[in-house]
């Protein structure tokens, strides 16, 4: 499987942006698809981005117009965009990607991204 480090995260006021980025490293492969989650304690990981090998993204409705995912499939990152970050945005953001080479998807340890004053 694909090894993945996310980089990016930090603390940033409200209005502000921060660009996510996932590395994936550790063989040949190609990402199929691949997708941003966040999760805060106590509540379920949540999907918030999704690109997928083919078809059109798919955003989570409260980010929607304000993040976007992207990739770059010759160096395998996979980017999010946050743009007029909320406080509610505070949590821990995953990214995930699945690619020809195993069944299930990897995941990454997680960058925290925190949203205040």
């Known amino acids: 499987q694909a090894q993945l480090v996310e980089s990016g995260g930090g603390l940033v006021q409200p209005g502000g942006s921060l660009r996510l980025s996932c590395t994936a490293s550790g063989g040949s492969f190609t990402i199929l698809s691949a997708g941003w989650y966040r999760q805060v304690p106590g509540k379920q990981r949540e999907m918030v981005a999704e690109?997928?090998?083919?078809?059109?993204?798919n955003y989570a409705d409260s980010v929607k117009g304000r993040f976007t995912i992207s990739r770059d499939n010759r160096a395998n990152i996979i980017y999010l965009q946050m743009n007029s970050l909320k406080p509610e945005d505070t949590a821990a953001y995953y990214c995930?990607?699945?690619?020809?080479?195993?069944?299930?998807?990897?995941w990454g340890q997680g960058t925290q991204v925190t949203v205040s004053a």
């Open positions: 690109i997928p090998t083919f078809g059109n993204t």
């Open positions: 995930a990607v699945l690619t020809d080479r195993a069944p299930n998807a990897s």
